[in-house]
């Protein structure tokens, strides 16, 4: 938690000296008060009220002021205090944001997606309420212990009743004991809570993501049962948490009452040699009620600080984790554009125990269609995700526009590349906004030109045309629609180089040929890659590499491929007749 604390800017250190001021005064004016009560006790056991009475109103009026400064003091405190911790946890939020942003793909599967979403989101709102309470609570509650202590001795002493000392000493021993056991009990359960509402949202993410599926075979029930079983673990470790904790308030309580009852008894029985101590037994009662709920408020905060503490721990295992793919120096390359090359380039997951691609070498030059093609499994969408580096490859060197895609800037890397995903993804926003989001400063003439490659006209019969909102995750569009709005945000760049993720397999065979017909003819010096499982939309291609198993099994033209690779004939023929191969 300490850590985090580096990312307060100047003025939150001010303003939190600023909190610890009012703090300090709060407590100063509530530990004040019981002496005002002993003033008055003094002035009512005068045997004539009378001549007094002037004094008793000042000391009252006093008392006010008092209780004034108490509450106004707080209210400040706690105010500068949500001030200070709302700046800084928007910052580490934003911190952890960008970083994740920068994560491979290697970073994301490390924590998982639903564990970065609970830690951005569950674990700051736990580390935010802790932060507040301990610039309130967590200095409020020792100073008023502490400055009580000192009244309840100094008057212990001057009374005569050092007894009453002993009576406070003895309910903080049974405090300790009583929060220390709690703290023991509790303690390990908080990793396992927030552990498990990562599994929460695990489950609860697959199911909302796959749910036309679940429907599809029945298998809600199983989903069910599998979200069942993961609740009731989590609600297991809340239920015991929560049992734990629920004995502190009686116990503190029990404990309170007790130590008011042995003061006014022992007070009772001093009196008869001492009756000055009944002036007294109020402000004892005050103080002793102080200590114990100081106590009390730091029991409560002994039971956030681990919760948060984990929290912290957890949210700075983001921020300290360097990402794999570091960026290089070049910010641009005008040479060989267009242009990849990959020489002995393999490729293994991490803890994996076996390449996934294994020494493929390809050289593709500017303007150039390149298309992969194997079987399910055979490695297609890995080896593209290595050219704009989602992952680096574990063995030998990729080359873009002739220089080694580690030695570019990220951003650099990416704005050469334009970038169309296996399944189409849309943001929340409108249709305008989705195709501009690759290019902001994008002119309507660019958008118009866009839509017509991609052949998303269809775009212009919905509700309001470009303006027609397009819901989060582009639920509310097909997903042919999605594949052709997301080449158009691709194409609007104008890159040296596109990728296609197999992104025409939600186009029929007419949209089909006609985009890519577009592609060549609009794009002609810009170079193509393409994934496809279709051999109508690769056999044209300038060169077609097959794969298998994650090994380059042929590499040719389509004709060439027929005669040469058994693997890429026999994909062929289970699509196409031989006729209709020999087009």
């Avoid at 944001?97 to 564990?115: A, C, H, L, Q, Y």
């Avoid at 574990?394 to 895609?405: K, T």
């Avoid at 609007?492 to 592609?519: C, G, M």
Wanted: aromatic residues 8%; hydrophobic residues 45%; charged residues 20%.
């Amino acid at each position: 938690m300490i850590r985090l604390l580096k990312y307060l800017k100047t003025k939150e250190w001010i303003l939190l000296v600023a909190a610890l001021a009012f703090v300090a005064l709060q407590v100063w004016c509530n530990i004040t008060i019981p002496e005002y009560t002993i003033k008055i006790s003094q002035y009512l056991s005068m045997p004539e009220i009378s001549p007094y009475w002037q004094d008793i109103v000042w000391t009252c009026m006093q008392m006010l002021l008092l209780a004034v400064g108490v509450v106004g003091s707080a209210i400040i405190a706690q105010y500068l205090a949500s001030v200070i911790v709302s700046s800084l946890i928007a910052r580490i939020r934003s911190k952890v944001f960008g970083k994740v942003n920068d994560f491979s793909e290697t970073e994301i599967n490390k924590f998982s997606i639903p564990s970065l979403i609970t830690r951005s989101t569950n674990d700051l709102t736990q580390l935010q309420q802790v932060y507040t309470m301990i610039i309130t609570m967590g200095f409020t509650a020792p100073l008023t212990a502490v400055f009580a202590i000192i009244k309840i001795v100094s008057l212990s002493r001057d009374y005569g009743a050092g007894t009453l000392s002993w009576v406070n000493v003895i309910s903080v021993l049974a405090i300790i004991l009583v929060v220390f056991t709690i703290t023991i009990l509790v303690l390990p359960k908080f990793k396992k809570i927030q552990t498990g509402t990562d599994k929460l949202n695990m489950v609860t993410r697959e199911n909302l993501t796959g749910l036309k599926v679940i429907r599809a075979v029945g298998a809600e029930a199983e989903q069910e049962e599998k979200f069942e079983q993961v609740n009731k673990r989590f609600t297991k470790l809340e239920f015991f948490v929560d049992k734990v904790l629920m004995l502190i308030e009686p116990s503190l309580t029990f404990i309170m009452q007790g130590t008011t009852l042995a003061i006014v008894w022992i007070i009772g029985l001093l009196a008869e040699q001492n009756p000055q101590l009944l002036l007294v037994i109020s402000a004892f009662t005050q103080y002793s009620i102080f200590i114990i709920m100081s106590f009390t408020s730091l029991s409560f905060l002994f039971m956030l600080v681990p919760r948060g503490i984990v929290c912290a721990k957890r949210i700075n295992e983001i921020l300290q984790t360097e990402t794999s793919l570091k960026d290089g120096e070049i910010e641009k390359s005008n040479d060989n554009k267009g242009t990849i090359e990959f020489k002995n380039v393999s490729f293994r997951y991490p803890d994996a125990d076996a390449d996934v691609l294994e020494n493929i070498s390809f050289t593709v030059k500017q303007g150039q269609t390149v298309a992969f093609i194997g079987s399910t499994g055979s490695g297609k969408s890995t080896l593209i995700n290595l050219i704009p580096r989602f992952y680096d490859c574990s063995d030998g060197e990729i080359l873009v526009n002739g220089q080694n895609v580690k030695n570019y800037k990220m951003h650099e890397l990416h704005k050469i590349i334009g970038y169309v995903p296996q399944k189409g993804i849309l943001f929340s926003g409108t249709v305008k906004s989705n195709i501009k989001y690759g290019k902001e400063n994008a002119t309507d003439e660019e958008v118009k030109k866009a839509i017509e490659i991609s052949q998303s006209d269809f775009v212009y019969d919905l509700p309001n045309g470009l303006d027609y909102h397009i819901s989060q995750g582009g639920k509310n569009v097909s997903g042919g629609q999605k594949q052709r709005l997301s080449i158009a945000r691709a194409i609007i760049t104008n890159p040296d180089i596109l990728i296609f993720d197999d992104s025409f397999s939600a186009l029929d065979y007419k949209t089909d040929k006609i985009v890519r017909e577009n592609l060549n003819r609009e794009f002609k010096n810009t170079t193509k890659v393409i994934v496809a499982q279709r051999i109508g939309t690769i056999m044209h291609a300038d060169q077609i590499i097959v794969l298998d198993k994650g090994k380059m099994v042929g590499k040719g033209k389509h004709k060439e491929l027929l005669k040469k690779c058994k693997v890429y004939r026999e994909i062929a023929l289970s699509q196409l007749s031989e006729e209709e191969l020999q087009k």
